[in-house]
């Protein structure tokens, strides 16, 4: 005698009577009391919502049933998790980047940080060296270094400057000019006093170059014309008997200073095609 088989009013399949209730556990337990009530049925006890993706019929889907697809939700969970690293990302980026590249200065301050440490307020005259690389702007310190930053000034008012090189590039300690022309000719002016200024040879700052012992009073004052910008807080210029003389600070043009330290060289630390300084004028 063939079983009696019975249409599912949920999927239209045919099903064996006595098996439609298993059916209904096994498909459809994931369907609410209410829509049991709708077919006149009551909903099986002890069923379960099912969480595996499975095709839904054609009659349960015109009913608008719908199932688990957990698959959608792993693609929205992996969307999101994609947006949230992403955002993450960017806000340490922009972090490190803020923290790698000083700005220009905004009212004495770099990135909210005094770059001469200690040096306070200061008479500005305000040296705009032009260079082949670009615009270099130099705050001088009149004040607390009176004879070094005003020894700057008349060289550079007599143009001693013009065509002079940065001869002398070492990568993260200095980088070195006012003593050589574009043709490598050795050009000098008259030696000026050691002045015990208490400035900081600190990133950025500009300072007087010298020859001899550092810890001699007979080599303090061999200091001319060539100067120094620091590329770092150079502290072991300060520990000397005589610390080497800073006179003023970089406050624009930061990435030229870099270009410039950047440029490769010899093995007596001289660029291989050495920056030329076309002009220096001094704005009181």
């Keep these: 005698m063939a079983k009696r088989r019975k249409k599912c009013p949920f999927c239209g399949a045919e099903v064996n009577k006595e098996n439609l209730e298993r059916h209904f556990n096994k498909v459809h337990g ?6 049991f009530k709708k077919e006149g049925l009551k909903k099986p006890s002890g069923t379960r919502g099912r969480k595996k993706t499975r095709k839904v019929g054609k009659r349960a889907a015109k009913k608008g049933y719908k199932l688990y697809d957990s698959r959608k939700n792993a693609v929205i969970a992996a969307i999101i998790l994609i947006i949230i690293v992403s955002l993450l990302g960017a806000l340490i980026y922009q972090n490190l980047d803020q923290n790698r590249e000083p700005k220009e200065e905004t009212n004495g301050e770099i990135n909210g940080e005094i770059l001469n ?12 060296m032009t260079t082949t690389l670009g615009t270099i702007k130099i705050e001088l310190d009149t004040e607390k270094a009176p004879d070094t930053a005003g020894n700057f000034i008349d060289l550079a008012n007599s143009n001693f400057y013009n065509g002079i090189i940065f001869h002398r590039v070492i990568a993260g300690f200095v980088i070195q000019g006012g003593g050589f022309t574009s043709d490598e000719t050795k050009k000098t002016a008259d030696s000026i006093p050691w002045e015990n200024t208490g400035l900081l040879n600190s990133r950025y700052t500009i300072s ?3 020859s001899g012992d550092p810890n001699s009073e007979a080599d303090s004052g061999t200091g001319s014309s060539q100067f120094f910008i620091n590329l770092a807080d150079n502290t072991n210029l300060d520990s000397y008997a005589y610390p080497y003389v800073v006179f003023g600070r970089v406050i624009e043009g930061f990435s030229v200073v870099d270009d410039i330290a950047a440029l490769p060289t010899d093995s007596n630390d001289w660029p291989d095609d050495p920056p030329v300084i076309t002009t220096v004028v001094i704005e009181d």
């Design 30 to 35: 994931e369907l609410s009391k209410e829509d």
């Design 117 to 128: 440490n200690g040096n306070g307020e200061t008479n500005k005259s305000i040296a705009i």
């Design 208 to 210: 007087m170059a010298r």
